[in-house]
């Protein structure tokens, strides 16, 4: 799933190619990524496009009043394309168009939102006011955005008895920082994914802090000025724990261990995080009973 690095540079990539374009069509294929009906999305047609923005994980393209809203979740993504066909695209089974946005002009070029697999996740939502996303509404402080100091983070914490790793990708608790790059910070602060929020030292939460902040940014340093479509691999390239179970911690040499959940996995360097004491996972121990 994109997180804060990957939409920041998709945020820059489009703003470059969209702003001050007009829309010729826009063909919602998947009705089911479509979550709102009021202003229908023919609405945009004919207008020209502002400023394109961030929220946490969420692209805003402002289009004469109007806000599209795109979250792309886990199989999401989003295509530049060169030359779209006049001709509609053809719903179907194994099509994973969403929507496609087409501007004026000769070349025919914008947009494609397209989702692989069966667990549709892509929303997309046309407003008047962002706000008006329920998980817009919710977003917690931009951890990149101004103002964000180590008080402001450790008011965040106070009081937060979750574990570290669930508070860090808490979208209501911090925009944009999702599985991945929870992953990666941890590492960077060499911390337990398990460890209560509100039992980190003073000197613990100003390091984990820090951590947040350059992980952050040299993943949105890497990720400036690519294409839409090399920033999925750029992400994994990145990456230090996160999706390398079984290879050496490029810090230690420790071998990287993962814990799975029902519906996700973290990963992280025993050496470098827990004192090289592997973490309980309950779904192994239950295997070896
Ligand atoms: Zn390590």
Redesign the pocket.
């Given at each position: 799933m994109p997180e804060l690095p990957e939409v920041e540079a998709l945020t820059a990539y489009l703003s470059e190619r969209l702003t001050g374009r007009v829309i010729a069509a826009v063909l919602p294929v998947a009705i089911s990524a479509l979550k709102t009906h009021d202003p229908p999305v023919t609405d945009l047609v004919g207008r020209t496009v502002g400023p394109v923005v961030r929220h946490g994980k969420f692209l805003d393209i402002e289009a004469g009043g109007l806000h599209l809203v795109i979250h792309l979740a886990r199989a999401g993504w989003l295509r530049w394309q060169p030359g779209l066909p006049a001709a509609p695209p053809r719903p179907g089974p194994r099509n994973p168009l969403a929507l496609r946005v087409r501007l004026e002009g000769p070349d025919g070029d914008g947009f494609d939102l397209t989702e692989a697999g069966s667990r549709k996740g892509l929303a997309v939502y046309l407003v008047r006011d962002p706000a008006e996303v329920p998980g817009v509404a919710r977003l917690g402080p931009d951890p990149l955005g101004p103002g964000f100091g180590p008080e402001r983070f450790r008011a965040l914490l106070s009081g937060e008895r979750r574990r570290i790793k669930g508070v860090l990708r808490d979208q209501s608790v911090l925009a944009g920082v999702g599985n991945a790059y929870s992953d990666e910070v941890l590492h960077a602060a060499r911390m337990s994914p398990y460890k209560l929020a509100a039992d980190l030292s003073e000197e613990e939460t100003d390091r984990l802090y820090e951590a947040l902040g350059t992980t952050l940014r040299e993943a949105v340093e890497r990720s400036r000025g690519l294409a839409a479509g090399e920033l999925k691999a750029e992400k994994k390239v990145g990456m230090r724990v996160h999706g390398r179970t079984g290879q050496p911690?490029p810090?230690?040499?420790?071998t990287v261990r993962e814990v799975s959940f029902a519906d996700s996995s973290l990963q992280y360097?025993p050496?470098?995080q827990t004192g090289g004491r592997p973490l309980a996972d309950r779904r192994l121990s239950r295997l070896l009973k």
């Open positions: 911690c810090v230690c040499g420790d360097c050496t470098c």
